[in-house]
């Protein structure tokens, strides 16, 4: 006899004694089928099969803790008997066990005999249930979504899609969302079906390291076990930023220009330069490269007849100086000066301004002449105009504009206002304009000035607050009808009155002596005011002033705020603040969007919101992909000396892959221009750079020298 056909023997004989047996105990069993009932699951994998058995109580019956007897048997895909596994006094808490069957196919009929006996002595009963074998389920994240991109100050969502794929059983796990060994949201419990795809979603994630993060998901604790848990996790990047561009938040849909005013009676007799000087001087502010230039006219100069201002050589130097903006490529604003006499009589002035504008335009060309203003600082404390009066003005030259085919070709700027400290007569002003002459102005200005340290730490900074209150007036409480783009004509930072050893000069040093114009400190202020106007909304600035020269007879001493000054070899020196301009000017230009760099909070636009020192970036873009980030930190708001600490930058929402130009203000402190290196994006967006504090910086597709 073959050992096979004994093996058979052997294990037919065991099955019928064991049938035998759990027979035999039935039959000595109280019959009370509806005591207990039982659900029978077989699960298997790689690691085998297992039978769970879970018998239940009806009410009134004793609870289960101990299986009397168990018989598993086990069937071929034929039918046919696989095996049989029997066992005594199997511990089932709660009803419940769980056994161990070995290697067995998915698809496999199996059957349990259960005796029950409660308490271990007395009556038994007996339960029977059969089950096919399923796969135990298999939990698979197939991805992990979310933005390439964010900031510190934004929350984003993460979404995971997860698959049961196994599709023969379904099952309960933890899903959990982790930044290294660190929860970033509360676990989830996801639900499944056999087969069934769904997705996890981790609503209003936020991170707060600007650094590149890896979020990595895992599931976890699946009830039934898996198949398979190498599959139980996934992982994706997310490139935090401190900031990012938001190319969709346009801000200014067409940049006006900086620029700064320029002195007309720079070639006339009361200014009293070399004829020499002049080359020099033109070449310099040509290489400015200004935007945005404003020229005034003084009727009593230029034309008189007046025995002590009017001199026959001012109307050329101011004719000269209009031809110096507009070889200089800069959109020309030509503000109607001083207003005492025409405001008496403004038809016969405001036709002879007019007069003038059309010979600039027509005779001589100067078409970059687009903008006119009547009355510089017209609600000046004892001017002695009245809203009538100036409304009148701004009438009667807009009618001879009309009348001579300039009026499209020359806008009207209303304002030039001040705030005049204390009666802040600028909000009657503006209403005024508002109400009575916005069928003839076509754009808002007003001049803003402040003294250097009046950017304290935890306040509102002095220019901070009148450049937000006055984007308040123009744009939070004017209706959208009346509004306008809006201007700041002039600006400056201004010094102390006395420095030791030298003639009191009102706003003209710095604290160590040192002539405020000529100062680090300066130059840094003003980049930053006009990167908060761009932040604010603002068309454009012009800053008093590009050069020296003498206005009118009081002009030696109140001119502080110059960028050039002529020096005694018929050469022009440069400050830093010019240096500071040109490079904004290098890398904009007119016409182009400025857009938002987020985060973009309360305390950057509220007039009585204390805005701590942080970085400030504002951007802009242009019509063919061009893309400039200009930016400073104001931590060195009051530096006027280089620093050992830098600022690191982290900014998204750029181009990917792109090379940009960084280019510096006063990276050696010494308030010059200067090319740093080249910044590539990565595959995100985003540009990481440093920046001495001391400094500001350009990052911009642009090509800059």
């Known amino acids: 006899m073959s ?50 058995i879970d018998v239940s109580p009806a009410p009134g019956c004793a609870a289960v803790h101990m299986l009397k007897k168990v018989q598993v048997k086990t069937f071929e895909r034929d039918g046919s008997l696989a095996d049989v596994d029997n066992r005594d006094d199997v ?46 389920p298999d939990l698979h994240v197939i991805a992990v979504y979310a933005p390439p991109q964010t900031t510190t100050a934004r929350s984003f969502d993460v979404v995971v899609d997860l698959v049961e794929q196994n599709r023969e059983t379904g099952a309960v796990a933890s899903v959990a969302l982790m930044l290294g060994p660190t929860p970033l949201a509360e676990p989830v419990e996801v639900s499944m079906s056999p087969g069934e795809e769904t997705s996890v979603k981790f609503a209003g994630v936020t991170l707060s390291g600007a650094v590149r993060s890896q979020l990595s998901v895992f599931v976890t604790g699946a009830t039934p076990a898996e198949t398979d848990t190498t599959n139980n996790d996934g992982a994706t990047t997310v490139d935090v930023t401190e900031h990012e561009l938001v190319g969709s938040n346009v ?18 007799p009361i200014t009293n330069l070399p004829a020499s000087s002049f080359p020099n001087l033109e070449t310099t502010v040509k290489a400015l490269e200004p935007q945005l230039v404003r020229i005034f006219y003084n009727e009593d100069f230029e034309e008189g007849p007046h025995a002590v201002r009017f001199n026959p050589a001012n109307m050329p130097s101011f004719v000269r100086t209009v031809q110096l903006a507009q070889e200089a490529g800069a959109t020309i604003n030509i503000t109607y000066h001083a207003v005492g006499d025409a405001r008496l009589s403004p038809g016969p002035h405001m036709q002879r301004f007019a007069a003038v504008l059309e010979d600039l335009v027509e005779t001589r060309g100067f078409t970059n002449i687009r903008w006119v203003t009547v009355g510089n600082e017209p609600n000046t404390p004892g001017a002695a105009l009245t809203l009538p009066q100036w409304h009148a003005l701004y009438l009667a030259l807009h009618n001879e504009l009309v009348a001579r085919g300039l009026r499209e070709h020359i806008r009207i700027m209303g304002g030039d206002l001040i705030e005049s400290a204390g009666a802040r007569d600028h909000e009657l002003w503006f209403k005024y304009m508002t109400e009575n002459m916005l069928d003839i102005i076509d754009a808002y200005s007003e001049h803003i000035y402040w003294s250097y340290f009046q950017v304290p730490a935890g306040t509102v900074g002095r220019f901070e607050f009148r450049l937000r209150d006055v984007r308040k007036l123009v744009v939070d409480d004017t209706l959208a009808e ?3 783009p809006s201007f700041i004509m002039e600006f400056g930072v201004r010094g102390q009155a006395t420095a030791p050893g030298k003639p009191t000069l009102v706003n003209a040093y710095y604290e160590d002596g040192s002539e405020m114009r000529r100062t680090n400190i300066a130059a840094f202020q003003q980049l930053w005011f006009n990167i908060a106007s761009a932040q604010l909304g603002f068309t454009g600035t012009s800053k008093w002033d590009l050069y020296w020269g003498n206005y009118d007879f009081s002009s030696p001493g109140n001119q502080v705020y110059w960028m050039v000054n002529p020096t005694q070899e018929d050469r022009w020196e440069v400050f830093p603040t010019y240096h500071a301009l040109r490079l904004m000017l290098q890398t904009t230009e007119r016409g182009w969007e400025i857009v938002r760099v987020d985060p973009w909070q309360r305390d950057d636009w509220d007039p009585v919101v204390a805005d701590e020192p942080e970085k400030e970036m504002t951007a802009y873009l242009g019509p063919s992909g061009q893309t400039t980030v200009i930016g400073l930190d104001t931590n060195g708001r009051l530096l006027n000396t280089t620093s050992a600490e830098t600022s690191h930058y982290s900014l998204g929402g750029l181009p990917p892959g792109t090379r940009f130009n960084l280019a510096l203000w006063n990276a050696a402190g010494d308030g010059q221009n200067t090319i740093s290196e080249i910044v590539t994006t990565n595959d995100a967006g985003v540009a990481r750079f440093e920046v001495p504090l001391h400094a500001a910086f350009a990052l911009t597709t642009v090509a800059v020298s």
Do not use: W
Request: charged share 15%; aromatic share 4%.
């Open 3 to 52: 050992l096979t056909l004994i093996t058979r023997l052997v294990l037919t004989a065991a099955c019928a004694l064991a049938v035998a047996a759990v027979t035999s105990a039935a039959a000595r069993a109280n019959d009370s089928p509806g005591c207990y009932s039982m659900a029978l699951t077989a699960l298997t994998g790689p690691k085998g099969a297992d039978a769970m």
């Open 251 to 268: 801000l200014v849909p067409s940049l006006g220009g900086y620029g700064a005013q320029f002195n007309q009676h720079v070639y006339a």
């Open 482 to 484: 009346k509004r306008r």
């Open 91 to 136: 511990r089932a808490p709660g009803g419940g066990a769980t056994l161990e069957l070995g290697q067995v196919e998915s698809g496999r009929r199996v059957e349990a005999d259960v005796l029950v006996q409660p308490g271990g002595t007395g009556r038994t009963y007996v339960v029977r249930k059969a089950a096919t074998t399923r796969l135990r």
